[in-house]
């Protein structure tokens, strides 16, 4: 059974920078796709960007183009969501996401596998 655990979560101000971080176990890495997702206090789930299993190929919201990069390391299990000028709006749980479907790891899909999530809280 594929386990996915995020951390890297924290409190940072306007315009500062986080890691998120999600490590992968039960299964062949590379074989899914890889996604982040994020939820605000009274907000419906948001898709924030996805990664084929080889790391190649990624994809972006709009809001995330340019301040956001999603990796992969298919060496060692990880998927990383590195997220640069922070903003206040930003703030949510972030959750990763695994699906042997790149395109199920999107708004309104479904993907198969879901970590607990990490709070990221930012200050103005």
């Known amino acids: 059974q594929v386990q996915l655990v995020e951390s890297g979560g924290g409190l940072v101000q306007a315009g500062g920078s986080l890691r998120l971080s999600c490590a992968f176990s039960?299964?062949?890495?590379?074989?899914?796709?890889m996604g982040w997702f994020r939820q605000a206090p009274g907000k419906g789930r948001e898709f924030v960007a996805r990664?084929?299993?080889?790391?190649?190929?990624?994809y972006y919201v709009d809001f995330a183009k340019g301040r956001f990069t999603i990796a992969k390391d298919n060496a060692n299990n990880w998927v990383y969501l590195q997220m640069n000028n922070l903003k206040p709006e930003d703030t949510a749980v972030y959750y990763c996401?695994?699906?042997?479907?790149?395109?199920?790891?999107?708004?309104?899909?479904?993907?198969?596998?879901w970590g607990q999530g990490t709070q990221v809280t930012v200050s103005s």
């Open positions: 990664i084929t299993g080889s790391g190649i190929t990624t």
């Open positions: 039960g299964g062949t890495f590379s074989d899914y796709a």
């Open positions: 996401a695994a699906d042997e479907d790149y395109y199920d790891l999107d708004e309104g899909g479904d993907a198969d596998y």
